[in-house]
Protein backbone atom coordinates (compact mmCIF):
# COMPACT_ATOMS: atom_id res chain seq x y z
CA UNK A 1 0.00 0.00 0.00
CA UNK A 2 2.94 2.17 0.78
CA UNK A 3 4.33 1.87 -2.67
CA UNK A 4 1.18 2.42 -4.32
CA UNK A 5 0.97 5.56 -2.26
CA UNK A 6 4.38 6.45 -3.00
CA UNK A 7 4.28 5.72 -6.71
CA UNK A 8 1.07 7.79 -7.47
CA UNK A 9 2.33 11.18 -5.40
CA UNK A 10 5.96 10.79 -7.65
CA UNK A 11 3.29 10.77 -10.68
CA UNK A 12 1.40 14.05 -9.06
CA UNK A 13 4.94 15.23 -8.37
CA UNK A 14 5.74 14.67 -11.87
CA UNK A 15 2.27 16.34 -13.25
CA UNK A 16 2.66 19.33 -11.77
CA UNK A 17 6.15 19.93 -12.70
CA UNK A 18 5.06 19.30 -15.91
CA UNK A 19 1.79 22.01 -15.53
CA UNK A 20 4.56 24.58 -14.18
CA UNK A 21 6.58 23.82 -17.54
CA UNK A 22 3.65 24.28 -19.51
CA UNK A 23 2.77 27.47 -18.02
CA UNK A 24 6.00 28.90 -18.68
CA UNK A 25 6.10 28.32 -22.30
CA UNK A 26 2.73 29.63 -22.60
CA UNK A 27 3.69 32.90 -21.13
CA UNK A 28 6.91 32.89 -23.09
CA UNK A 29 5.06 32.49 -26.48
CA UNK A 30 2.45 34.83 -25.36
CA UNK A 31 5.27 37.19 -24.70
CA UNK A 32 6.21 36.51 -28.57
CA UNK A 33 2.42 37.45 -29.69
CA UNK A 34 2.96 40.61 -27.76
CA UNK A 35 6.25 41.66 -29.45
CA UNK A 36 4.27 40.95 -32.92
CA UNK A 37 1.22 43.22 -31.85
CA UNK A 38 3.71 45.86 -31.14
CA UNK A 39 5.59 45.07 -34.64
CA UNK A 40 2.15 45.42 -36.26
CA UNK A 41 1.02 48.68 -34.92
CA UNK A 42 4.11 50.06 -35.90
CA UNK A 43 3.47 49.15 -39.43
CA UNK A 44 0.69 51.40 -40.34
CA UNK A 45 0.93 55.24 -41.89
CA UNK A 46 -1.53 56.77 -43.99
CA UNK A 47 1.41 58.28 -45.91
CA UNK A 48 1.32 55.22 -47.29
CA UNK A 49 -2.35 55.47 -49.03
CA UNK A 50 -0.98 58.38 -51.26
CA UNK A 51 1.90 56.28 -52.44
CA UNK A 52 0.94 55.43 -55.78
CA UNK A 53 -0.29 59.14 -56.50
CA UNK A 54 3.35 59.98 -55.05
CA UNK A 55 4.99 57.77 -57.38
CA UNK A 56 3.08 59.23 -60.64
CA UNK A 57 3.78 63.19 -59.44
CA UNK A 58 7.58 62.32 -59.47
CA UNK A 59 7.63 60.50 -62.43
CA UNK A 60 5.62 63.17 -64.01
CA UNK A 61 8.10 65.51 -63.10
CA UNK A 62 11.03 63.50 -64.09
CA UNK A 63 8.97 63.67 -67.32
CA UNK A 64 8.80 67.11 -67.59
CA UNK A 65 12.24 67.30 -67.21
CA UNK A 66 13.41 65.18 -69.49
CA UNK A 67 11.42 66.73 -72.24
CA UNK A 68 11.86 70.25 -71.90
CA UNK A 69 15.58 70.71 -70.39
CA UNK A 70 18.36 71.16 -73.28
CA UNK A 71 21.28 72.40 -71.85
CA UNK A 72 24.69 71.60 -72.77
CA UNK A 73 25.95 71.95 -69.20
CA UNK A 74 24.05 71.96 -65.99
CA UNK A 75 24.60 73.24 -62.86
CA UNK A 76 26.20 70.52 -60.43
CA UNK A 77 23.70 72.06 -57.48
CA UNK A 78 20.41 70.79 -59.65
CA UNK A 79 22.43 67.74 -61.00
CA UNK A 80 23.05 66.62 -57.67
CA UNK A 81 19.60 67.76 -56.92
CA UNK A 82 18.48 65.45 -59.76
CA UNK A 83 20.25 62.49 -59.08
CA UNK A 84 19.01 62.24 -55.87
CA UNK A 85 15.54 62.61 -56.61
CA UNK A 86 15.80 59.55 -59.23
CA UNK A 87 17.30 57.58 -56.62
CA UNK A 88 14.83 58.78 -54.15
CA UNK A 89 11.85 58.14 -56.79
CA UNK A 90 13.70 54.51 -57.62
CA UNK A 91 13.27 53.76 -53.62
CA UNK A 92 9.52 53.45 -53.02
CA UNK A 93 9.26 49.67 -55.24
CA UNK A 94 12.08 48.17 -52.72
CA UNK A 95 10.39 50.35 -49.77
CA UNK A 96 6.80 48.59 -50.33
CA UNK A 97 8.61 45.20 -50.97
CA UNK A 98 9.99 45.58 -47.89
CA UNK A 99 6.58 46.46 -46.04
CA UNK A 100 4.33 43.96 -48.20
CA UNK A 101 7.51 41.15 -46.39
CA UNK A 102 7.11 42.30 -42.89
CA UNK A 103 3.29 43.16 -43.20
CA UNK A 104 3.16 39.15 -44.36
CA UNK A 105 5.69 37.98 -41.87
CA UNK A 106 3.47 39.29 -39.05
CA UNK A 107 0.49 37.89 -39.97
CA UNK A 108 2.26 33.77 -40.82
CA UNK A 109 3.78 34.28 -37.22
CA UNK A 110 1.18 34.83 -35.62
CA UNK A 111 -0.51 32.12 -37.24
CA UNK A 112 2.41 29.62 -36.14
CA UNK A 113 2.57 31.02 -32.65
CA UNK A 114 -1.03 30.64 -32.39
CA UNK A 115 -0.85 26.88 -33.10
CA UNK A 116 2.35 26.50 -31.13
CA UNK A 117 0.25 27.90 -27.80
CA UNK A 118 -2.68 25.68 -28.78
CA UNK A 119 -0.72 22.89 -28.82
CA UNK A 120 1.42 23.62 -25.73
CA UNK A 121 -2.29 23.96 -23.54
CA UNK A 122 -3.87 21.00 -25.21
CA UNK A 123 -0.08 18.97 -24.59
CA UNK A 124 0.45 18.12 -28.31
CA UNK A 125 3.15 16.71 -30.20
CA UNK A 126 6.60 17.05 -28.80
CA UNK A 127 6.59 17.85 -25.17
CA UNK A 128 10.47 18.00 -25.10
CA UNK A 129 10.77 20.10 -28.33
CA UNK A 130 8.74 22.69 -26.95
CA UNK A 131 11.84 25.18 -25.51
CA UNK A 132 13.70 24.48 -29.18
CA UNK A 133 9.85 25.28 -30.82
CA UNK A 134 10.02 28.64 -28.86
CA UNK A 135 13.41 29.70 -29.53
CA UNK A 136 13.00 29.37 -33.00
CA UNK A 137 10.30 31.06 -33.39
CA UNK A 138 11.99 33.71 -30.75
CA UNK A 139 14.55 34.01 -33.77
CA UNK A 140 12.05 34.40 -36.58
CA UNK A 141 10.44 37.40 -34.23
CA UNK A 142 13.96 39.25 -34.03
CA UNK A 143 14.24 38.47 -37.99
CA UNK A 144 10.78 40.25 -38.27
CA UNK A 145 11.79 43.28 -35.90
CA UNK A 146 15.36 43.81 -37.66
CA UNK A 147 13.25 43.75 -41.40
CA UNK A 148 10.57 45.92 -39.52
CA UNK A 149 13.07 48.42 -38.14
CA UNK A 150 14.68 48.42 -41.91
CA UNK A 151 11.38 48.93 -43.39
CA UNK A 152 10.65 52.05 -41.29
CA UNK A 153 14.06 53.66 -41.40
CA UNK A 154 13.81 53.49 -45.34
CA UNK A 155 10.35 55.05 -45.01
CA UNK A 156 11.12 57.93 -42.90
CA UNK A 157 14.08 58.44 -45.18
CA UNK A 158 11.68 58.27 -48.40
CA UNK A 159 9.26 60.48 -46.84
CA UNK A 160 11.95 63.12 -45.73
CA UNK A 161 13.79 63.19 -49.04
CA UNK A 162 10.49 63.65 -50.60
CA UNK A 163 9.57 66.42 -48.97
CA UNK A 164 12.71 67.75 -49.13
CA UNK A 165 13.10 67.12 -53.24
CA UNK A 166 10.14 66.70 -54.80
CA UNK A 167 8.48 70.68 -54.17
CA UNK A 168 11.44 72.08 -55.95
CA UNK A 169 12.06 70.00 -58.58
CA UNK A 170 8.33 69.87 -59.39
CA UNK A 171 8.40 73.74 -59.49
CA UNK A 172 11.65 73.40 -61.68
CA UNK A 173 9.73 71.13 -64.24
CA UNK A 174 6.99 73.64 -64.16
CA UNK A 175 9.01 76.68 -65.13
CA UNK A 176 10.37 74.69 -67.77
CA UNK A 177 6.94 74.33 -69.01
CA UNK A 178 6.03 77.43 -69.26
CA UNK A 179 9.33 78.70 -70.92
CA UNK A 180 8.58 75.87 -73.76
CA UNK A 181 5.09 77.10 -74.07
CA UNK A 182 6.21 80.88 -74.42
CA UNK A 183 8.83 80.18 -76.90
Given amino acids: MKKVLFVCMGMFVLASCADLQREQYVKQVEQLQEKLQGLEKTLPDSRLNDISTIKVNTIQAELRIKQNLHLDTIDMVLAKKLDAYKLMRR ?12 RNG ?54 ADYARLYPPIEAFSRTLLTKKQRS
Fill in 106 to 159: IKEEKGVLKRLNQDIQAGRGERQRYSEYIRYERQKVKQLSQLSTDYLRAKEKFF
Fill in 91 to 102: SIKPMMQQFMQV
